[in-house]
C-alpha cells in the first residue's frame, strides 16, 4: 500500500506542475527553498527584502499596505517606476501594475504587467516550491534569466541568510597595469 500511495503523490505532483506551466502568460521559474511555506511567503511582502534580492536592479518600497513602487535602474538618471498592488490569493501572492502602464507589453491584450509567486509544500518535507511568473514588457528570454536569478537569491538568502556575490572573492590573475 506505501507504494500507491507513493505513486499517486507523485502523479498528482506532476499534474500539478503541468497545469502550472501551462496556466497564464509570461516565462515562469521553479526552485524549492528549504523554509516553512509561511516563512517564504512573508519574505516575499518585505519590500526591504525584495530591494536586497532585486540588488542593483531595482529597489522596492511600499507606498500604503499592499501597494508597491518599483524603482528600476534606481542609479539611472531616469529610473522607470512601477506601481503595483499586491494581491493575495490562496497559494500565490501577485504584483499587478495598472491596466495600459505600458503600451510595449508582451502581448497584445490589456493585460497589466505582473508578477506572480506561486507557492506549494515540497515533496517530502524538503520545504517549499516556489514559482514565480513574470508577465513584462521585456523579451522572454531577459525575463527567464531575469526571474531565475531572483529566485535563486531568494533562496540563498533565506537559507544561509547571505546573497551569492563574486565580490572580493580572491583569483590567481594579476591586477590590470
Not at 511582502?45 to 528600476?72: I, K
Amino acid at each position: 500500500m506505501h507504494y500507491i500511495d507513493k505513486a499517486r503523490e507523485q502523479l498528482v505532483d506532476l499534474v500539478g506542475k503541468v497545469v502550472d506551466s501551462t496556466a497564464g502568460s509570461g516565462n515562469s521559474q521553479t526552485l524549492t527553498i528549504s523554509r516553512s511555506r509561511s516563512e517564504v511567503e512573508q519574505f516575499w511582502r518585505d519590500p526591504g527584502r525584495l530591494s536586497e534580492v532585486l540588488g542593483d536592479v531595482a529597489e522596492v518600497r511600499s507606498t500604503e499596505p499592499n501597494n508597491y513602487e518599483w524603482t528600476l535602474n534606481p542609479g539611472a538618471d531616469e529610473p522607470t517606476k512601477w506601481n503595483t498592488t499586491l494581491v493575495e490569493d490562496d497559494g500565490r501572492l501577485r504584483f499587478v501594475g495598472e491596466a495600459g502602464e505600458d503600451s510595449t507589453a508582451q502581448d497584445s491584450t490589456d493585460d497589466p504587467p505582473e508578477v506572480e509567486l506561486t507557492f506549494r509544500d515540497a515533496p517530502h518535507d524538503l520545504g517549499t516550491e516556489v514559482t514565480i511568473r513574470a508577465k513584462t514588457p521585456v523579451p522572454d528570454i531577459l525575463t527567464g534569466a531575469a526571474t531565475f536569478k531572483v529566485l535563486y537569491r531568494a533562496r540563498a538568502l533565506l537559507q544561509t541568510g547571505e546573497l551569492p556575490t563574486l565580490m572580493h572573492n580572491p583569483s590567481a590573475r594579476q591586477a590590470a597595469r
